[in-house]
């Protein structure tokens, strides 16, 4: 059975850092692109990061591009994504997905709340 | 690729059918002729998850009431008949291009 179960939000002040991480099991995940996700309360889907099977490509959306990092290691079966420079409009939930150009499983989410 | 869907919201009488457009500001056929849209629903509560892909393919275990079409920009969900399970918002997302994108959501709600 796949599982994903993210980790690691919390409360963090504006300026702040956090890191994420996802660990992923019930499947071989060196073979799959992954991916995180956010939900702000109350709004919908938006699509934040991408990390190809090995690692050699990323992709962000424009307004994490120099805070946000996404990175994996395929031995510990883990997804993470370190976020700094934490503003209060990224406070959402933040799920972890497996990419197959549709997201086909998802985590439970971990929130993060940017505030002072 | 902004997707636009619509209604916002809908209402619906138990067992009748349920239609949701989606619109995207740029074709989403891919250099490989895929066109990379899917229909993801989610529950109040609960995580997203995904229904259809590549327009028309359900994901195994969706019931098949669900069901996909269109082509090019324009595309829609149908529900044959809806169920009190159906209940939730749903989104439409493309992965033709970066950065990968949603519909701003139709929430299905019973009448």
């Known amino acids: 059975e796949v599982q994903l179960v993210e980790s690691g939000g919390g409360l963090v002040q504006p300026g702040g850092s956090l890191r994420l991480a996802c660990a992923a099991s019930?499947?071989?995940?060196?073979?799959?692109?992954m991916s995180w996700v956010r939900q702000a309360p109350g709004k919908g889907l938006e699509w934040v990061a991408a990390?190809?099977?090995?690692?050699?490509?990323?992709a962000y959306l424009d307004p994490v591009k120099g805070r946000f990092t996404i990175s994996r290691d395929n031995d510990k079966n883990s997804l993470f994504l370190e976020m700094n420079s934490l503003r209060v409009e990224d406070t959402a939930v933040y799920y972890c997905?497996?990419?197959?150009?549709?997201?086909?499983?998802w985590g439970q989410g971990t929130l993060v709340t940017v505030s002072s | 690729v902004v997707m636009t869907q619509s209604p916002l919201s809908l209402p619906v009488t138990l067992g009748q059918p349920a239609s949701i457009s989606c619109r995207s500001s740029q074709s989403l056929v891919n250099s490989d002729g895929n066109t990379y849209l899917s229909w993801i629903q989610q529950r109040p509560g609960q995580s997203p998850r995904p229904l259809i892909y590549k327009v028309s393919d359900r994901v195994s275990g969706v019931p098949d009431r669900f069901s996909g079409s269109g082509s090019g920009t324009d595309f829609t969900l149908k529900i044959s008949r809806v169920e009190a399970e159906d209940v939730g918002i749903y989104y439409c997302m493309q992965g033709t291009q970066w950065p990968l994108t949603f519909g701003g959501g139709t929430k299905v709600e019973i009448k």
């Open positions: 990390i190809k099977t090995d690692g050699t490509y990323k």
């Open positions: 019930g499947f071989t995940l060196s073979t799959y692109w």
């Open positions: 997905a497996r990419y197959v150009r549709t997201f086909d499983f």
